[in-house]
């Protein structure tokens, strides 16, 4: 499902998709009907521009918590112009299958066809200039002192949206040596077991905020 009131991006986009094996279910140009052919189609993934008609404020954020609250497991990648810092932590906070990626972004074709195979696979992705601006934002200690180096790369690529089986080949080590990593990483970060926060994307988001 395609959600940007540029028509012109929009058709590209669809026509890009179509060549690239996905089936492109609906099209929207504002929040109110893509909530509207969400509901009704219920597709696999939705990719929402963050300002759209009628105010161009964030009412793409606000059909992407929409979506997110009545259909779960509907991946979710929202585009944007610029960086919205706020909005972007906010929507990377919500959980798996979720995505943030700068239109400029896009141009890579390559790039933006794996983003959204591994967002729909449950990855988190985010767009490396958000990195950048959270380095310019950054206020406070870095929450990851107490992490070793190896675990530091591990959650870098864990910050890309890699799996533990894909860290464990880029590294050269057993999957089940990245899955120690990932637990002492949930450990040193304080976040415990928890039935409503993805700990995952929750240390992702700690390291990116330190970053």
């Known amino acids: ?5 540029d028509v012109l991006l929009r058709e590209g986009l669809a026509s890009l998709l179509e060549r690239s094996g996905f089936e492109v279910v609906g099209q929207a140009g504002d929040g109110a009907e893509v909530l509207a052919q969400v509901r009704s189609t219920e597709p696999d993934a939705v990719i929402i521009d963050i300002r759209m008609p009628p105010g161009h404020a964030t009412e793409g954020l606000e059909a992407a918590r929409v979506i997110r609250a009545e259909l779960p497991s509907t991946a979710i990648l929202v585009l944007s112009a610029h960086v919205e810092l706020d909005e972007a932590m906010e929507l990377l906070a919500g959980g798996e299958r979720i995505g ?28 490396p200039s958000l990195v950048q601006e959270l380095v310019m934002a950054r206020r406070r200690r870095d929450p990851l002192d ?31 040596t990245v899955e120690k ?6 450990m040193k970060l304080d ?13 992702v988001l700690r390291f990116l905020e330190a970053r």
């Open 1 to 5: 499902m395609l959600a940007d009131d």
């Open 100 to 127: 943030y990626l700068l239109k400029s972004r896009v141009t890579d074709i390559g790039v933006f066809i794996e983003t959204i195979k591994r967002i729909v696979a449950g990855a988190a992705v985010v767009d």
């Open 146 to 176: 107490d992490l070793s180096p190896r675990e530091r790369e591990v959650l870098a690529l864990m910050a890309g949206g890699a799996s533990n089986a894909g860290i464990a080949r880029q590294i050269f080590v057993s999957e089940g």
């Open 181 to 186: 990593h990932v637990r002492s990483i949930l």
């Open 191 to 203: 976040l415990p077991e928890s039935e409503s926060d993805h700990r995952r994307v929750l240390a």
